[in-house]
C-alpha cells in the first residue's frame, strides 16, 4: 500500500486548467483516468487527509504509485480525451459499463456495391447503417420479410450472391418477388442502392412519404383498371402499416430521442436506454456497472453517454437525449454531444407530459434489470450453497446458516417507529414467514433500542412456542422478563398491541403457512422455527443491541451479524473490526439481497401505517361505526361540525343508523376535540362552515397529506 505523500506532486508544479489526469500503480498500469476543469483543484482533493477521502477513493490512491496530467484547451477536449483514454487502458477504478447481452441490430451494409440487410451483433463497423438495438434476432427478420414485399433489397450472403451470379440463377427469394435480384442484373447497382436508401429511410421513421406514394399509386391503378396491380399495391401497403404496428406510438410528435435512466445501489448501478424514432420505439438496450468509485448519479449519465456516443456521429446522435439527472457542468458534454451530431442536441430532464411517463418506464426497466442482475445468481441451487458456504465461514459458524432472519427499524423523523422481519431459507425468500412489528416499549428515534425491542419480543415468542410444545429444555426460563406471549385462556398467542401480518402473494391473497407450519389445533405457528443466524440492518451499535437482547433471554445458539449500509461491512457482536467480504462474493450478494428485502418491507409498513394515521378522524374512533355509515353520516350531515351540534334524534334520521350507534357517535363526539378551523391560503383568513367554508368528506374522514415534496417525503424516511 503506497503512501499518496510519496508521490504528490510539488506546490505549484500542477497547472489551474482544464485537462485528463492518470494514476498509475507500482507497474506502470493505469488505475484511474479523470479530467478536471481545473487540474490544480481536483488533483488536491486526492492528496488530502485519508481519513477524509471515501473508502473507495481512498483504496486508488493507496493502490497508485504516481499521477500524470494531459493539459486540453476546454473542458470538451477533456471530456474526449476522457473517453479515449478510459477505452485504451480499461482502468480499474474508472465506471466501466458492460452490456447485460448481446444486442442485435438490423444494418444495411451501405458500404458494399449491392447493400445488403441482414443482422448484426458486436463492434459497428463504418459505412453500415444500423437500426435498433432489438431485443431478438426473430423480432428483426420479422420485420424484414414484411418490408421486402415493397423494398425487395439483397439479403443474402457473399457466397450466395456469388454463385447465383455465376450460375445466372436467383435464390428463392429472387423468384417469389422478395428480392430484386442484382445478382443476375434484374436491377442496376444504381437502382438497388436506391431501393436500399428508401429501406433505410423507412426504417429511420420516415414512413408517410411512402405510404402516400404507394396509396396515390394504387389509386392510379385502380382508374386504369390495373386491379392486379392495385392489389399488389394494397398488399404493399398492409405489409408496411403491420411492420409499423410493431413499434408502438410513444411520442405524438413524431420524436427522434434516447431515454437514458439509471437505478443504483451502493456498490452497482444498472443503465436502461430506449431509442425512440419518428416517435416510436425502435430500440432497447441495458448496461449493468460495478460502483468502483465515489459517484452520483450525474455523473453515471455522463459516463453511460460517453459509451453510447462515443463512437457515433450524425443521425446516430439523436437531437433530443432525456436523462434523470444532468451531468455537473452540463454544458461541456451538451457541446461534444453536438459536436458528434454535427447540430445542436437538447440534453435535458423531462418535467411533464409523455416524455416524463415514458421516462418513467425507462426507470422500471433499469430498476428490474438491477433486481435481476442481483437475484439471477440465486436461481441457480449451487450458487445459492456457495454463498450460505461462504457466509458460514466469513462468520465462523459451525454450519451454513439453512434459515436467515433479517430485521430493519423504519420512522418518519423519529414517527410512525415500525420494523420488519424477513425470512430466507436455503437462500430463497420464505414470505409467509415474514412479520412486522410496532414499537411499543417507548416514543421517539432511537434505532438501537428499537431493535432491542424487536429481537426481545421475537424470541421470547419463540421460547413461549417451545415450551408451550413441550420442547423446553431445562433451567431455560422465558417469562422472567414479563411479556408472556400467551393469553390464559391459551388463544392467539398475539398481543393486541402487536399486530402483524405476512407479505401479500401476487394475487392480492396473504400467503399462510402450509400444513407443515400448523399446530394440532390448526392454527399457524408463530415464530415457532429459530434461524441459524440474525441479520440487522445497521453497525456495530445495532448488532450489540440484538446480541444484548439475546443474552438477556439466554440464547446462545443462534450468531449474530449486522450489514452497514455505508461500506457494506458485515459487523459481528464483541469485534472492533469488522468482517469485510470480497465485492464478488456470492455470500456477499446474499446478504445484500436479505438486507434490501427486509429495508423494503419495513418501509412499506411505515408507510401504510403513516397514510392511515393522516387519515385519521374523529368518526375512526366511534367502535362499530364502518366505512359506510361514516360517509353515510358525513354526506346527510356536511361536516363533522354539524354531526357533533346535532341531537341523537337528529342523527337517528340517518339511513343505517340505530339509536344505540347514534348516541355512540354522539358520545364520541362531545369526549373529541374540535377540528382546526379552515384557512384560506390565499389570504390567510380563518373561515368557519357558515362563511363558506365548510368541511369536506375527506376533511371530516381526516384524509390529509404530509407536508413536502414526495422526495422530501422520502428522504426523511428510514
Known amino acids: 500500500m503506497a503512501d499518496p505523500s510519496s508521490y504528490r506532486p510539488r506546490p505549484g508544479e500542477i497547472p489551474d486548467s482544464p485537462g485528463v489526469y492518470r494514476f498509475r500503480d507500482e507497474h506502470r498500469r493505469v488505475i484511474y483516468v479523470g479530467k478536471a476543469k481545473s487540474l490544480r483543484q481536483r488533483l488536491a482533493n486526492y492528496f488530502q487527509d485519508l481519513a477524509n477521502l471515501h473508502p473507495r477513493t481512498r483504496t486508488m490512491v493507496t493502490t497508485a504509485a504516481s499521477v500524470e496530467w494531459t493539459v486540453v484547451s476546454t473542458e470538451v477536449e477533456a471530456l474526449q480525451l476522457e473517453y479515449s483514454w478510459i477505452k485504451e487502458y480499461d482502468p480499474r477504478f474508472n465506471v466501466k459499463y458492460r452490456d447485460d447481452k448481446s444486442y442485435p441490430y438490423l444494418a444495411v451494409t451501405m458500404n458494399e456495391e449491392f447493400p ?61 418477388d422478395k428480392c430484386s435480384a442484382p445478382c443476375v442484373e434484374r436491377i442496376s447497382p444504381e437502382d438497388h442502392r436506391e431501393l436500399a436508401d428508401e429501406f433505410c429511410d423507412f426504417m429511420a421513421g420516415r414512413t408517410g412519404t411512402y405510404l402516400r406514394r404507394l396509396e396515390r399509386q394504387m389509386g392510379e391503378a385502380a382508374e386504369d383498371m390495373e386491379y392486379e396491380r392495385a392489389a399488389r399495391l394494397r398488399d404493399d401497403i398492409g405489409a408496411l402499416k403491420k411492420a409499423m404496428e410493431k ?90 454531444l453536438t459536436d458528434r451530431r454535427g447540430s445542436g442536441v437538447s440534453l435535458r430532464i423531462p418535467q411533464r407530459g409523455d416524455k416524463k411517463a415514458l421516462m418513467e418506464t425507462v426507470q422500471r426497466n433499469a430498476q428490474q434489470a438491477l433486481v435481476l442482475h442481483k437475484t439471477k445468481r440465486a436461481s441457480d441451487l449451487t450458487t445459492r450453497s456457495r454463498a450460505l458456504e461462504e457466509i458460514a465461514e466469513a462468520l465462523d459458524l459451525d454450519s451454513a446458516p439453512l434459515r436467515i432472519e433479517c430485521y430493519d427499524i423504519s420512522h418518519l423523523q423519529g414517527d410512525d417507529v415500525v420494523a420488519s422481519m424477513v425470512v430466507f431459507e436455503d437462500g430463497l425468500a420464505r414470505k409467509s414467514e415474514y412479520r412486522r412489528f410496532q414499537i411499543k416499549g417507548f416514543r421517539g428515534q432511537d434505532d438501537v433500542r428499537s431493535m432491542h425491542e424487536v429481537i426481545t419480543r421475537r424470541f421470547r415468542r419463540y421460547l413461549a412456542e417451545k415450551e408451550r410444545t413441550g420442547e423446553w429444555a431445562d433451567g431455560v426460563d422465558g417469562t422472567e422478563t414479563g411479556d408472556d406471549p400467551r393469553p390464559a385462556d391459551g388463544g392467539d398467542p398475539r398481543p393486541a398491541a402487536e399486530p402483524y401480518a405476512a407479505e401479500p402473494g401476487a394475487d392480492g391473497r396473504a400467503l399462510t403457512d402450509g400444513p407443515a407450519l400448523k399446530d394440532d389445533d390448526g392454527r399457524p405457528k408463530r415464530f415457532a422455527y429459530p434461524p441459524q443466524l440474525v441479520v440487522v440492518d445497521g453497525g456495530q451499535p445495532q448488532v450489540a443491541a440484538a446480541q444484548r437482547a439475546l443474552d438477556e433471554l439466554g440464547i446462545d445458539d443462534i450468531a449474530v451479524c449486522g450489514l452497514a ?12 473490526d469488522p468482517v469485510v467480504l470480497p465485492r464478488t462474493s456470492e455470500g456477499l450478494y446474499l446478504l445484500q439481497r436479505v438486507r434490501d428485502e427486509a429495508h423494503r418491507f419495513a418501509i412499506t409498513y411505515q408507510r401504510t401505517k403513516r397514510a392511515k394515521r393522516f ?29 357533533r351540534s346535532a341531537t341523537i334524534d337528529q342523527i337517528c334520521e340517518v339511513p343505517g343508523i340505530g339509536r344505540k350507534t347514534a348516541e355512540t357517535v354522539a358520545v364520541a363526539l362531545a369526549g373529541a376535540a374540535p377540528a382546526a378551523p379552515a384557512v384560506n391560503t390565499a389570504t390567510g383568513e380563518i373561515m368557519d362552515d357558515e362563511e363558506g367554508a365548510p368541511e369536506t368528506t375527506a376533511d371530516a374522514l381526516g384524509e390529509s397529506v404530509s407536508a413536502g415534496t414526495p422526495d422530501e417525503r422520502r428522504g426523511q424516511e428510514r
Not at 439479403?155 to 450466395?160: I, P, Q
Not at 449500509?565 to 472492533?576: F, G, H, N
Open 565 to 576: 449500509k455505508r461500506l457494506e461491512e458485515v459487523w459481528v457482536p464483541r469485534e472492533d
Open 116 to 176: 445488403r440487410v441482414q443482422v448484426m451483433r458486436g463492434q459497428k463497423k463504418k459505412g453500415v447503417r444500423y437500426f435498433g438495438p432489438y431485443g431478438h434476432a426473430w423480432a428483426i427478420r420479422d420485420t424484414v420479410d414484411l418490408l421486402l414485399r415493397v423494398f425487395p433489397v439483397r439479403t443474402c450472403s457473399a457466397g450466395v450472391f456469388k454463385n447465383a451470379a455465376r450460375t445466372g440463377r436467383p435464390c428463392l427469394l429472387g423468384y417469389i
Open 615 to 643: 387519515r385519521a378522524g374523529p368518526l375512526d374512533d366511534v367502535p362499530g361505526l364502518g366505512e359506510t355509515r361514516k360517509q353515510a353520516l358525513i354526506k346527510h350531515f356536511g361536516s363533522v361540525k354539524k354531526l
Open 247 to 336: 413499434s408502438a406510438v410513444v411520442l405524438a410528435d413524431a420524436t427522434d430521442a434516447d431515454l437514458i435512466a439509471v437505478a443504483e445501489d451502493e456498490l452497482e448501478a444498472a443503465v436502461q436506454i430506449f431509442h425512440v424514432r419518428g416517435g416510436r420505439v425502435r430500440g432497447q438496450r441495458g448496461w449493468v456497472t460495478d460502483k468502483v468509485e465515489e459517484i452520483t448519479t450525474g455523473a453515471l449519465v455522463e459516463h453511460a453517454l460517453q459509451q453510447l456516443y462515443g463512437e457515433e456521429s450524425g443521425d446516430a446522435v439523436p437531437k433530443e437525449v432525456l436523462v434523470p439527472a444532468l451531468p455537473d457542468p452540463v454544458e461541456p458534454v451538451q457541446q461534444w
